[in-house]
């Protein structure tokens, strides 16, 4: 068993930039691919990032690619999302999911075993 909690959301305007955490607990964090998803309102969970075990494969969606960075610091168990330029469509909740057994992709929500509460993003025009 997994505990994932995100945190460092909030209101930021255009342009602006915020950094997600998203501490685990429990089993082994090195043990786990993680990725960061997010939802907006009316639409369907997303993939944002992802991140292998040991941090040396990064996946990206295209339309966060070149503004998020995301990271791992195995030894304080936590991944990170770096946002830079922000804007007003990157609104959603953000969620953080760690992945177990590799199923093949890290693109699919499905395939993740354990999901944090969510952080809310606003990104204002």
């Known amino acids: 068993q997994v505990q994932l909690v995100e945190s460092g959301g909030g209101l930021v305007q255009a342009g602006g930039s915020l950094r997600l955490s998203c501490a685990a607990s429990?089993?082994?964090?090195?043990?786990?691919?993680m990725g960061w998803f997010r939802q907006a309102p009316g639409k369907e969970r997303e993939f944002v990032a992802a991140?292998?075990?040991?941090?040396?494969?990064?996946y990206y969606a295209d339309s966060v690619k070149g503004r998020f960075t995301i990271s791992r610091d195995n030894a304080k168990n936590t991944v990170y999302l770096q946002m830079n330029s922000l804007k007003p469509e990157d609104t959603a909740v953000y969620y953080c999911?760690?992945?177990?057994?590799?199923?093949?992709?890290?693109?699919?929500?499905?395939?993740?075993?354990?999901w944090g509460q969510g952080t809310q993003v606003t990104v204002s025009s």
């Open positions: 429990g089993r082994t964090f090195r043990s786990y691919a």
């Open positions: 999911a760690a992945q177990g057994p590799y199923s093949g992709t890290y693109y699919t929500a499905d395939e993740y075993d354990y």
């Open positions: 991140i292998s075990r040991g941090g040396l494969r990064i």
